[in-house]
């Protein structure tokens, strides 16, 4: 009897528990706040819609509303704080003003990625309109404190893998995802690498969230947390620098900067034959292949005529005449030479930065079909 009492004593304990308004999990969060720092207070919990159960260790954060006639609303420059393992969070010396309240959480969306990037700088009613159907907002006057719950929505994933030509996994590769060009303008959920591309990269426009993953030693990649709609999937492939003789005085020697090829899934080099990937609300793409090859790249070299004493600050640019995201640069030798590798068939032009304005030459167009170009020569 005695131990029928006590199952039943124990489940009375957990239905309750269970039933537990989430309001009252506002007040030992309440009872934190230091009374001694100025500004309002900002309390609340994080919930995962897909499990309903709290999101462990969400990052929270605030960003100022944009009023007419500033760059923002409120000037709380707090950063970001980390919700506890009920997803309760606490933000405190927030000041007065209208805020956008944001959450990041890994595989989840987070809700200023759900909206236009042109909206969140927008001072309109319309767009602030827009914004608040996604997002919550809280208006804080004073050191008042006030509540809000977010709740986060399972984001989409694409995973797959990176394979060189010859089949083996091309491991510690930086693969990204973020919209085509042609959606840029209506779908501002625009992903990016955290490599950032560097040098011959990719222009994408504005850059929101955080796309990228690296790859394991399979060749292996899966990133997540993506907001519903069209994307498209790259690898970036560092390639070694190399060598290039420059002037006395500027020691000899440089590198010249490594190349960082991109190669469009499935297997392109410019982005017109990537793949278009469409996503649904959390929905998981698997299967994605990235084949790198280094057949069919050519050579681009030549000289500049004149002289390129200039301690070997100038450098050859070569750019696509319909792709933005394609380039290729390289240091000017000491005798006015340059050359750049692993460059596929297209139109380009080509153009000297560095040295001086009275020193830059007129771009000139190359177009490179089915072998090297070795006698491009730039007139300053």
Known sequence: MRQWLMVFFLGAMTVGAQQAPPDERSVPL?????????????????????????????????????????????????????????????????????????????????????????????????????????????????????????????????????????????????????????????????????????????VTGSVRGGGSSQTDDRGVFRIAGLPPGDYMVSANVVLPAAFTATPPSSGGRAFNPGTNLIVYAPAALHRSGATTFTLGSGEERNGVEITVSLRGLHVVSGHLSGSTNDGGRRRVVLNDTSDVAFSRNALVGADGSFRMEEVPDGDYTITVAGGGARNTATGIGVAVHGGDVTDVVLAQ
């Open 30 to 202: 309440l009872s934190l706040v230091d009374p001694s720092t100025n500004g309002g207070t900002v309390v609340g919990h994080v919930y995962c819609a897909d499990t309903h159960a709290p999101a462990h260790l969400a990052r929270v954060s605030l960003s100022p509303v944009p009023q007419a006639g500033s760059q923002g609303g409120g000037r709380f420059g707090g950063g970001m704080v980390t919700a506890d393992m009920d997803g309760a969070f606490l933000i405190q010396g927030v000041a007065p003003g209208s805020y956008y309240v944001n959450v990041q959480m890994p595989g989840y969306v987070s809700p200023l990625q759900s909206v236009a990037a042109a909206d969140l700088r927008d001072a309109s009613s319309e767009a602030q309109l827009r914004v608040r159907q996604k997002v919550q907002m809280v208006t804080l006057s004073g050191s008042e404190s006030t509540r809000v719950d977010v709740t986060v929505e399972r984001g989409s994933a694409i995973s797959g893998i990176v394979r060189f030509d010859d089949g083996t996994p091309a491991a510690n590769v930086f693969v990204s995802v973020y919209t085509p060009p042609a959606a840029v303008a209506t779908n501002a959920t625009i992903m990016t690498s955290a490599s950032q591309f560097g040098r011959g990269g990719l």
